[in-house]
Every structure is written in C-alpha cells, then in structure tokens.
C-alpha cells in the first residue's frame, strides 16, 4: 500500500474520533479554575473581605457554564443517535446541488446547498457537513444553519444550508462520499456518520481583468446585422437549393437526382454585407513535456488560463453579434444548458494537450477571435498568422502573470507567521527561483513579438 494511501485511510478513519483540539483545551482551563477555586487557603493569609465573595461568584459561573457545555454535549449525543437510528430506518441521506452566482461583480462563483431531511437540531449545538471527491479528498466542513418548514405546518422538517465552495483547480469534480457532524457549542465533541453520495460538479471559471478588442464576424449565417466589409457566405459544394426557373443547368446536382429525382441546384460562394456571428476559439495547446503539466506550476497556469478565456468569452457575449464558442476538445455537456452555461463548462473541463496545435485548431477564414498561451509554439503562431489579416483578433494570455506578488512581502509573512496554506501561494514563494519562470518568460517575449510583426490585431492578458 503506497503512503498516499495510508495517509487517505488515516484521515478517513479519524473522522470517526470524536475528540478535537478543543477537547484539550478546555480541559486544561477546567483544570486551572478549579484549582483556582477550590484551593484551600493558607491560615497565615488575611483574606481581604472580598474574596469569598469573588471565589463564589466565579464557583456558580464555572458550575452555570459547566452544566450549559454538559447539556450542549448530551443533547450532541442524542442527536446523532436519532440520526443514525432515522438514517437506517427511513434510509435518508445528504442532498446536495450546485449554483453559480455572482459576488461583487465577478460572475461564476460556486456555492453548495445542502438539505438532510428528519433532523434533530443539538441543543445549543451544530449539524455540518463535508464532501469526499476525486481521489480521496475533501472540503472543509459547511454547516446547515436554517430550517426547511413543513407544508402548512410549524414542524421542521429538514435542515439545510449554503455555503461557498473553493476549490484548488477551474474543472470537473466526482463525488464519492460525505460526512455528517454533529458537534456541541464549544467544538468539544464530534460526531461523524458517513453518507454515500455520488455525482459530479464543476468549479466554472470566474471574470478577471479584460481587454475589449474591436471585432467584427467573418461568418454570417443570417442576414441580421450590416456591416462595413463585405464578408464570404457559404456556397459551392456546401449550400444547395431547389431548381428554379432562370438556374444555370450546368449547377445541377445530378447526383442527388439520381437518388430521389429531385432537381436541385449548387449556391455559387459570394460575398454578403450582413454578417452574424462571431466565432471564438481557444487553444489549450502546450509545447511542452507531458510530465510537467501535472505540477503544480502549470496546474495554476491552467486555472489562469480558463478564467481569461472565460472573460474574453463574456466579454464577446455583450456584442450584438451571437457568439459561438468552437471546442477544442470533445467534451459531452448536457443539452438543456444556455450557450452560455456549455461553453463555462467545456471552459472549465478542457486541459493541456498535445494533440493539436493552434494551427490545426483555428479556422483563419471564418474564426474572428483566438486565444492562446504563453506554451504555444512561436513557430506554429508564426506560420498561423501568415493566414490571418487584420481583421483577426489574437489574445496572448500570459500565464506567468498568476505568480505576481510583492516578493519581499511574501517572505517576510513567511517568516513571522504561518506558511501559506493553498497551492498559489506556495508557489508563488518559489517562483523566482524556478528555472519554469526563464522559460515561460522567454517565449511569453517570443510570442508577443511574433504577434507584433504580424497584421492581426491582438491583446495580451
């Protein structure tokens, strides 16, 4: 069995262990006030008028508090044997779904409802929860605060909450299990039941600082909006009609006559001053080796990747053009969902890869606006850009840019306080001495150069 296994086993099964820290802690001030107050006093002392008063007081504080943490504990303890016994006989269990909503203007954050039915709330104490994904991991615990009323009725009949979910990386997430806890008023005790829980969920991408590019479609579809340059239409070979009276004979499709005798003809390819979307590519392709895009530097990469991808994608949306995101990557996303809602999804699912490079990806003809990133090849951006004119947009994501911080400032806070906790700011720590950042920095320096001697029109983000 390999360590991260056994460190998975061990964390799972101590879940079950219904001591925290504040068990310990409390039991240290406990055994310090009484001490304190049942001490006997030394006969040679002279006791000021005062103090018995204050010893008695504190002694019917301690006791009041006392019988408040033991109730809250018991109370704690009936709870969560009504749940297990509930649980086995009404065979319930943790419901949980997922929204997106948007905090302080920045759209896409991720929140978790939860509900747990036939519940029975600890006196002055509390029910939480936690998620088990992926390969074994877990999210930090959410409480179920309010009080789902029955119908017509003043009875309770679940519990649930919201909370905000963070996680480390812009992606699909599985579902493979959960925890219910029962805890009393001062933390002292926890009480776990496991629950079976399966499903999937997203972390969709959120807006970051955005750059608005003139862009106008290259590819009409409907006869909607004017514009000033004319445009080419689908034609020859690809759009048919009927024949009709005036049609050169020579455009006949004889071949689909000869299957249902129906007589139709070739649309000749022409130019057409109405244009109506806008088509918007991204490319996740990474010239670089395989064994480094599971570290943590390009993991955080990605993440700051998807979330401008996302921004320039929103930011196209406000146009009055419709906008149509072309995948890179085949990805299945359920068909009820907006445009909007699919392209965040394949956003957030897609990753670096190998297998097609931009210039197999991006179609110069009919594409109006390409993101790429800093692990694009420069030579295949140069030969894609001998293909592309003005009227292209070109977004160069500087992938770097997630490790900025004020260097001597982080060091310090690493020094005096506690060593940051979350991936980015571990490496955020490392990333001047790593030899990543030389390179990254060099073709980010090679690609904007390329992007600057062409015709396109581009940004860097």
Sequence with gaps: MKWRQIKWYIRYYAQYFPFTINTLLCGVAVYISFRLLYQPLVTNDDPTATRPFLILMGKIALWFVTGLVVLSIVSTFVSWLYYLWIRKKNNISLQVNFTTESIQGKKNKLFLNALLEGVQRPLLGFVKGRLIYDDHNMTGKFSLLSNKRKEKSILRAAIAGKSRIELPDVREYQLKGSFVYFEDMLHLFSFAASQPLAGSFYQPPVLAKDEDKDVYPKQT?????????????????????????????????????????????????????????????????????????????????????????????????????????????????????????????????????????????????????????????????????????????????????????????????????????????????????????????????????????????????
Aim: aromatic residues 14%.
């Design 221 to 461: 579809e409907s006869m909607d909006v004017r514009i000033e340059q004319l445009r080419r239409v689908e034609g020859e070979y690809h759009n048919y009609k009927d024949f009709e009276s005036g049609d050169d004979v020579r455009r006949i499709v004889w071949k689909v006559y000869a299957k249902n005798r129906d007589l139709v003809v070739r649309v000749p390819e022409m130019f057409e001053p109405y244009a109506s979307h806008l088509y918007f590519y991204a490319s996740f392709y990474a010239a670089t080796r395989r064994q480094w895009l599971s570290e943590g530097y390009f993991k955080e990469m990605l993440n700051y990747y998807k979330n401008s991808v996302w921004t320039v994608y929103d930011t196209l949306s406000k146009k009055e053009w419709a906008l149509r995101y072309i995948p890179e990557q085949e990805l299945h996303v359920p068909e009820h969902l907006t445009e909007a809602e699919k392209s965040a999804r394949i956003i957030s699912n897609s990753d670096w890869q190998h297998d097609r490079s931009p210039l197999q990806y991006f179609n110069a003809r009919k594409g109006a606006v390409l993101c790429i990133s800093s692990l694009t090849d420069v030579g295949e951006l140069q030969s894609l850009l001998s293909q592309c004119d003005a009227t292209t947009v070109i977004y160069l994501v500087k992938v770097s840019n997630v490790f900025k911080h004020f260097v001597a400032w982080n060091w310090l806070k690493r020094l005096i306080f506690l060593p940051p906790k979350d991936r980015l700011n571990r490496l955020r720590t490392k990333w001047v001495f790593s030899p990543t950042r030389l390179q990254i920095q060099k073709r980010e320096k090679e690609l904007e150069k390329a992007l600057k001697e062409s015709e396109v029109t581009y940004g860097v983000l």
